[in-house]
């Protein structure tokens, strides 16, 4: 019987511990991220766990749900396959009102493990050129700036294949941690 209770308050002890470990890991980051291009608008932008890269990109491609948000600009049905990890911001410009104009920026703040990297991808919209999106991961743990890279995922031109098109579309800071 003694054992039994020394193995019960064991148990409780490494919850506790565990548990509090895991909780003194989380972090909420807060990210600006600032449109550099000189005339096109960004769409909504979604953040989440670079962990949920499986859910975007697919063998060279992307995913018909990263698809949906690189051609609309609608990022719901991948926050839908993402689930409580996907985190959206908006702009408030052009219509629908909900792009980021050249030279604004939004922030965003989420939570995510120090040692983790954040992916950032939004959709470029088509006024000037028709299926791009913007993406790049940010180490939150370094709190360097990063530049959003821009693809072209060919989808217009009937390759599907995503190709790189060039950098510098966007830049995301990291502007604050609060630890837990």
Not at 41 to 59: E, G, Y
Not at 89 to 106: C, I
């Amino acid at each position: 019987m003694r054992l039994k209770k020394t193995l019960g308050q064991l148990s409780l002890i490494l919850a506790f511990v565990f548990g509090s470990m895991a909780t003194a890991m989380a972090h909420e980051y807060t990210l600006r991220i600032t449109n550099l291009m000189d005339e096109e608008l960004l769409a909504p932008i979604l953040v989440t766990s670079v962990r949920m890269d499986k859910h975007i990109f697919n063998d060279g491609y992307v995913t018909p749900e990263a698809q949906e948000q690189i051609l609309t600009g609608d990022p719901g049905m991948l926050v839908k396959r993402i689930g409580r990890k996907a985190h959206v911001v908006h702009g408030s410009d052009g219509p629908p009102g909900v792009l980021l104009a050249p030279g604004k920026s939004v922030e965003i703040t989420v939570e995510g493990r120090r040692h983790g990297g954040m992916r950032v991808i939004a959709m470029v919209a088509p006024t000037m050129k028709p299926d791009h999106f913007v993406t790049a991961v940010v180490n939150a743990q370094t709190m360097l700036p990063v530049t959003m890279e821009r693809y072209d995922i060919g989808y217009d031109e009937g390759r599907k294949i995503t190709q790189y098109v060039g950098g510098n579309a966007a830049r995301i800071e990291v502007i604050r941690i609060t630890e837990d």
